[in-house]
């Protein structure tokens, strides 16, 4: 978190903070699983905490290729 927002390590994007994390795309996917989204360039993050504490878990990350790619 910047300190008037969230940054994407992927695009760079800064989105606004606000209280409800509307500029994330918060979504709980599951009881211990959520998922943030960069609305600028689509990379996600999906979180899965081991337990109710939310202290340690999984983390995968996907991010987005803003491009194509020209042959090999």
């Not at 300190?3 to 996917?29: I, M, S, Y």
């Not at 699983?33 to 689509?42: D, I, L, N, P, Y």
């Amino acid at each position: 978190m910047t300190g008037r927002g969230w940054r994407c390590n992927n695009c760079g994007h800064v989105h606004p903070a606000t209280e409800d994390l509307k500029e994330l795309g918060f979504q709980w996917l599951g009881p211990l699983t959520s998922k943030v989204r960069c609305t600028a360039c689509g990379s996600y993050t999906i979180q899965r905490a081991f337990d109710e504490t939310f202290k340690a878990g999984y983390f995968l990350l996907v991010k987005a290729v803003n491009g194509i790619r020209k042959g090999r």
